[in-house]
């Protein structure tokens, strides 16, 4: 017995203490009162991950910053060659300077310049294919989910398109198709919806005979709010991660086209282009900035791209929440 | 068993019929240029449509299939225009494949065995340091573009030194075994992240089964658990990832071999398109399309051979 | 009187829960004795699970026992820390059976395999031997042609005869105790009366003793001999299933027993215990069950009761028993069950 219930039960009397409590079935109830909410939680969840705010600002600033940065002053252009004035001869393969901040490459071109500009264009690319591969992957998908008619076709034409190794089909895409802007969208774009459109085939299914839904509908509730309330929140969860995914996939699949040759024209700077550039000096250790510069930019950003993905995958997952 | 297997094969001799002719109709939108070499520039019109009449490529599309099917059944694939004047494909390829299939092979077990003891250590050490550290490593591997990494490990390990001189040489000699080792770790990396994550998701997703717990009541250790009950069950869906390697180490080997000058075909790959060399572009499509189909044959065998529901009952739907 | 077997006193277990503390068992006290049938009884989320896998060490990692005692043979098990000390209980003096068999056994290896290696793992049996002892436990929980099954696997087995194999795994074990958490709650009705008799008949040859976990009064009533009934976290009352069905003291074990439909009047709305379960997570002072209690008296909302003894072996936690307290009458309902065995006793 606590001091606390001493000194209560002393304050009572005995005769008091055992008569009869107020007997208030309201309270009874109250204890399964939940006032959870999906967004919130998966809101409070990410942002109770430190390394994924941080990313998420870094990101942001990164992405502003390449779009600010042509604009800013003292910019130079990235396809001009720069040549000393005193000698006439372009300014090859200089280190960093206080003029160049990030040194020239071997035909004279400023590198800083060049790596705002080839992030800017490989960003482009992947934002494009990752808004694509969600759109026309979630189009497929619910079609072939929904339609039950064409779902065997569907699933053999999938088992046979998926057969075929991505690599292959992107160099042969971008082989035939000859190496631009718009080949390398293209050619990413035709391989990278299926994963989606088979994973949005897999939930329409799902919500036309899981037992919650079946349930749903047995309470009457219209096929509009079943897909708003059941299967929406997931799916726009899903949609941010994987565009957030895609991005560093693209850019690796560009690296990857850039290194065999089928890559952005030389003259169009991307990051995979720099790379390469880069590549072809890099056994000399003065020149090695000119590898080592893209190599950061680009870890940098997949890996952060990732890293939020993956974020958000888990702060979105109900399993997780509280 | 038999009866399983057989059907596999089938559905997979169909889907690499389907592919081939896939690939080939897409080979036939290849741009002209690649069927004359140099001496594009140098031909007359009329020449040139004698050339590709020679190949046959004038006839109508089915025509074309017809022969082409005809050759590949014969051993045919086509004579190489550029990168090896008028040598017949076959035998371009016949000297690459070794190369290229030890080395597959060879990364394969590598990836294996450390991608699944990592994956395994990670489990064990689930939430601290050590699953940190090798999560970190999977991150990493996963987020940065292979070319990326593998060119840094070239470059930086190859600079190390002992007692002055390097102990990993740049290029590939096919005679010093040192010098394989670089490469074929290089080609395991992105196995071994993908196997390491893949065995601790199963990890932990087994350890909180109904079963598993009933074999802690029964009395069993741990250890006794992990070994007897876990690892068997472990092999079933690891042989699903098994294709899935196998296409991550083609196209490791893409970089791979160009990187460290390894004669095999994907460096081939890499020279015939920069070339523009169409039959070879052409005849290495193709193998290395029907590779990820027999990869995925073989995945479906060996999991009915450990995964007795899958032999006694048919499975539906799309993998 | 008997020694128990095994003997708990004021236990207290604890989960750590996404940052905050849940108290699972709240004080809980039981004793075993040999050879006898007990069921624990309560709703879902009483804590009857967690309860008796404290006895073998297997709650979930993020759990653990913050207090009390659990005495077997002399040893205090709440006490073990090391998987090596409880690889010395785990099978070999208590044994679990659990609810479902769907997911129990291991899909990819033979039945005759997952039952052959408590033999080998408990008493040291080896090949043939093992073997012939496995096919011959088969047979004991009545599956046909044992031979031919022990090479088979779980998905051949229908529910009711997966349940077997587990049971037969028990058996194996050749435990002291035996607990079957909600055995048929998975099954269908008529396999439901062959596995209860089945837990019988080797229970009467294996001398064994057996606590049911269940919230099927039903079930409780055809094979119990003791019932001990839990809420929150804790028994609040315990005794022979003729004292708790018909001489029930604790409100809850009214209100329990009130809600089996059977005691429904036709035309009348059924009862059930309004409210819901107290949230585990924040302390609760006094009796856990008072705020569902319409009868509660004010020191139930101020202090724990302790437990009255009613009989000797028939207590319960409520301080309607206090001599203080004032005469309250159990329901209609119970007062009908009290009068119907009476007359089966005349």
């Known amino acids: 017995m606590t001091h606390k219930e001493q000194q209560v039960i002393q304050a009572m009397e005995d005769e008091a203490l055992f008569t009869f409590a107020e007997y208030d079935p309201e309270a009874a109830e109250r204890v399964g009162y939940s006032d959870y909410s999906y967004w919130g939680s998966t809101l409070k969840i990410f942002l109770k991950n430190k390394t994924a705010i941080f990313l998420l600002c870094l990101m942001g600033a990164l992405i502003l910053f390449t779009t600010i940065q042509p604009y800013l002053p003292n910019q130079k252009s990235p396809i001009k060659i720069h040549t000393d004035p005193a000698t006439g001869y372009p300014l090859r393969n200089r280190p960093p300077s206080d003029e160049f901040w990030f040194g020239t490459n071997v035909i004279g071109q400023d590198l800083w310049a060049r790596l705002w500009s080839g992030t800017r264009t490989s960003l482009l690319i992947a934002i494009i294919v990752g808004i694509w591969e969600v759109c026309f992957g979630i189009f497929i998908g619910a079609v072939w989910g929904y339609v039950r008619q064409i779902d065997a076709f569907m699933t053999e034409a999938y088992n046979v398109i998926n057969n075929i190794p991505t690599t292959i089909l992107l160099m042969l895409l971008a082989y035939i198709l000859r190496p631009s802007f718009k080949t390398m969208v293209i050619a990413m774009c035709c391989t990278g919806w299926l994963g989606m459109a088979r994973f949005v085939r897999n939930q329409i299914v799902i919500i036309r005979d899981r037992e919650y839904n079946l349930a749903s509908r047995c309470l009457g509730t219209p096929t509009y709010r079943i897909i708003t309330k059941n299967l929406l929140p997931y799916l726009v969860s899903v949609i941010v991660m994987r565009i957030a995914l895609s991005i560093p996939g693209t850019i690796g699949w560009e690296v990857f086209l850039t290194y065999i040759g089928l890559g952005l024209p030389i003259d169009t700077p991307s990051l995979g282009n720099l790379l390469n550039e880069g590549r072809q000096v890099m056994m000399a250790p003065a020149l090695r900035y000119q590898l080592v510069f893209p190599a950061v930019v680009l870890s940098v950003i997949t890996i952060s791209f990732y890293v939020l993905g993956n974020a958000f995958a888990d702060a979105s997952d109900p399993r997780n929440h509280y | ?319 | 009187m008997t020694e128990p077997i095994l003997s708990v006193r004021d236990l207290v277990v604890k989960f750590s829960l996404r940052g905050q503390i849940l108290t699972a068992i709240r004080g809980a006290s039981l004793d075993l004795y040999p050879a006898e049938t007990v069921a624990i009884v309560g709703e879902s989320g009483s804590g009857k699970s967690v309860f008796t896998k404290t006895w073998l060490g297997m709650l979930d990692a993020n759990g653990w026992v913050d207090s009390g005692s659990i005495l077997l043979e002399g040893k205090d098990l709440a006490r073990y820390r090391t998987e090596r000390e409880w690889l010395t209980i785990r099978g070999k003096k208590i044994a679990m059976v659990f609810q479902d068999p769907m997911t129990a056994l291991n899909p990819l290896r033979t039945v005759g395999m997952q039952i052959q290696e408590v033999l080998e793992l408990h008493h040291g049996m080896r090949g043939e031997e093992a073997k012939a002892r496995t096919i011959e436990i088969l047979g004991e929980v009545g599956i046909d042609m044992p031979e031919a099954r022990y090479d088979q696997y779980p998905h051949e087995f229908s529910g009711g005869m997966r349940q077997r194999v587990v049971i037969a795994i028990a058996v194996a074990c050749n435990p002291k105790i035996l607990i079957c958490d909600e055995p048929t709650t998975a099954l269908d009705v008529t396999i439901q009366a062959q596995i209860l008799e089945l837990i019988r008949s080797l229970q009467k040859k294996l001398g064994v003793t057996l606590v049911y976990i269940t919230h099927d009064l039903g079930v409780v009533a055809n094979v119990a001999d003791r019932v001990a009934v839990m809420y929150a976290g804790e028994i609040i009352e315990y005794g022979t299933v003729e004292e708790i069905f018909y001489d029930p003291r604790h409100p809850y074990t009214w209100a329990l027993l009130s809600s089996l439909p059977q005691l429904g009047v036709k035309g009348q709305p059924l009862y059930s215990i309004a409210g819901t379960p107290p949230n585990l997570f924040t302390e609760i002072n006094g009796d856990a069950f008072a705020p569902r209690n319409p009868k509660a008296l004010k020191i139930d909302y101020v202090k724990r009761p302790p437990f009255f003894q009613v009989s000797p072996t028939h207590s319960a936690k409520t301080w309607l028993l206090d001599p203080r307290a004032p005469k309250v009458e159990p329901p209609e309902t119970i007062k009908a069950l009290q009068a119907k065995y009476e007359g089966y006793a005349q």
């Open chain 2, 1 to 319: 068993m038999l009866r399983y297997s057989i059907r596999r094969l089938l559905q997979s001799v169909v889907t690499v019929f389907i592919v081939i002719t896939l690939v080939f109709l897409l080979m036939r939108l290849l741009p002209e240029e690649g069927y004359f070499g140099d001496s594009y520039d140098k031909l007359t019109p009329e020449q040139r449509e004698a050339i590709l009449r020679k190949f046959g490529l004038l006839d109508p599309w089915y025509i074309q299939l017809r022969n082409f099917y005809s050759s590949l059944l014969k051993g045919d694939l086509g004579t190489s225009i550029i990168y090896r004047r008028d040598v017949p494909v076959i035998d371009i390829i016949k000297i690459k494949i070794p190369f290229s299939v030890s080395f597959g092979l060879a990364a394969i077990g590598v990836s294996l065995l450390f991608g699944l003891s990592m994956g395994i250590h990670m489990a064990r050490n689930k939430g601290r340091f050590w699953d940190q550290i090798w999560s970190a490593y999977v991150v990493f591997i996963n987020a940065v573009p292979a070319a990326v990494y593998l060119l840094f490990i070239q470059l930086y390990v190859t600079g190390l030194k002992y007692r002055g001189r390097p102990i990993f040489p740049m290029l590939f000699d096919r005679y010093n075994p040192r010098s394989w080792i670089l490469p074929l770790i290089s080609m395991s990396l992105g196995s071994i992240a993908g196997y390491a994550m893949w065995m601790r998701r199963y990890m932990v997703d087994q350890l909180n089964q109904d079963y598993i717990r009933l074999a802690r009541a029964k009395g069993m250790s741990d250890k006794q658990i992990m070994v007897k009950h876990v690892m068997r069950n472990a092999f079933v869906p690891m042989a699903q990832y098994l294709p899935t390697s196998v296409l991550l180490t083609i196209s490791g080997s893409i970089y791979i071999e160009s990187l460290y000058s390894i004669p095999g075909m994907g460096g081939l790959l890499v020279d015939v398109i920069q070339r523009q060399d169409n039959p070879l572009v052409q005849a290495l499509v193709l193998i290395y399309s029907s590779l990820g189909i027999w990869g995925l044959f073989l995945g479906d065998v060996l999991m009915a051979i450990f995964d007795p529901r899958i032999r006694l009952e048919r499975r539906e739907g799309a993998r």
